[in-house]
């Protein structure tokens, strides 16, 4: 739950209480947008949407990189290659979880991406050397058993779109492992505006291909993802700048109760209770791991989460 690193705050004074706040209040527009977005797959691409969206982010990443120095500065890299790794990792993270949208309903989606926590557990091993004891395992796989209450049969269909849901996940572990890695050599202003930079020219080299006449209704409403994603983004910086990313982070999951009560309101839908309880059993043993993980003073990922993990 992309957040963006404690070190783009500078030194600060601590205010929890605002911080979550913030935080919260980010997290909210973050799901607004996935209800967006779920509404407007239907009628409209999502390689389009994906585009318009990069084009703000893409804004947004080169003025905070400029606010921290000049942007030549700010594209000098010790991981190349990782850092483009990264950016094609989110924009196909933000792909995957869109299509998944066409199919899956809003809560159950946003359920099993929320997995991404217990993957990185996974993904830290083999990329970063951390050590795995038996606490987390156990975390990890009572996760992934909640993962399969929800895919049962009788719950979400077993189908492409509950695998782009997995795949969505998958993608943004990876994402924030790496960001864990480049954050030993590389500033928070290189990693934002790599993911931009990355992230703007992928998306509008696919988009581009899907581009279609919008309505006035899809223009305000792709609109709409457009400037609270950067709205959402910056309440995240500020956040941040009153309050540690370990602290913050747990509060991410509050995404899953505010899709269940967009999807009913907007879509008249309601997550039947074992997909709930299947959705309460991933939250938790993401939260498990994240408190394991801030006992042992592992470094929490260090960059901004686009398709509303926060």
């Not at 999951?253 to 967009?262: D, K, V």
Request: hydrophobic share 55%; proline share 5%; with cysteine.
């Amino acid at each position: 739950m992309s957040s963006m690193s404690e070190a783009v705050a500078g030194r600060r004074k601590d205010n929890v209480g605002r911080g979550v706040l913030l935080s919260l209040s980010a997290t909210l527009i973050f799901a607004t947008q996935d209800a967006t977005s779920k509404y407007l797959v239907q009628t409209v691409s999502p390689f389009q949407t994906t585009m318009m969206r990069f084009w703000a982010f893409a804004a947004l990443a080169l003025f905070l990189a400029w606010r921290q120095g000049p942007l030549k500065q700010a594209l000098r890299t010790n991981y190349p290659w990782l850092q483009v790794t990264r950016g094609v990792l989110l924009i196909v993270d933000i792909w995957l979880f869109v299509l998944a949208l066409q199919t899956v309903p809003l809560p159950e989606a946003q359920s099993i991406t929320l997995v991404y926590p217990l993957l990185v557990t996974l993904f830290a091993v083999p990329l970063l050397g951390e050590k795995v004891g038996i606490f987390r395992i156990a975390a990890v796989v009572v996760g992934f058993l909640g993962a399969l209450v929800i895919v049962r049969p009788g719950g979400v269909p077993l189908g492409w779109g509950a695998a782009c849901a997995v795949g969505s996940g998958t993608c943004y572990a990876l994402y924030m492992v790496l960001t864990r890695k480049v954050s030993a050599g590389d500033s928070p202003a290189t990693s934002v505006i790599y993911v931009g930079l990355v992230g703007l020219v992928i998306s509008s080299a696919v988009g581009v291909f899907f581009w279609q006449p919008l309505d006035l209704r899809s223009l305000l409403l792709i609109g709409y993802i457009m400037f609270t994603g950067c709205a959402a983004h910056g309440l995240m910086i500020l956040a941040l700048s009153s309050a540690p990313a370990s602290v913050l982070q747990p509060f991410s999951y509050s995404s899953l109760p505010w899709s269940i009560l967009l999807s009913f309101v907007i879509f008249h839908y309601f997550i039947d209770p074992v997909s709930l309880l299947g959705a309460a059993v991933i939250v938790g043993a993401g939260l498990v791991v994240m408190a394991r993980e801030r006992f042992r003073r592992i470094p929490a990922a260090v960059d901004a989460a686009l398709p509303g993990k926060e």
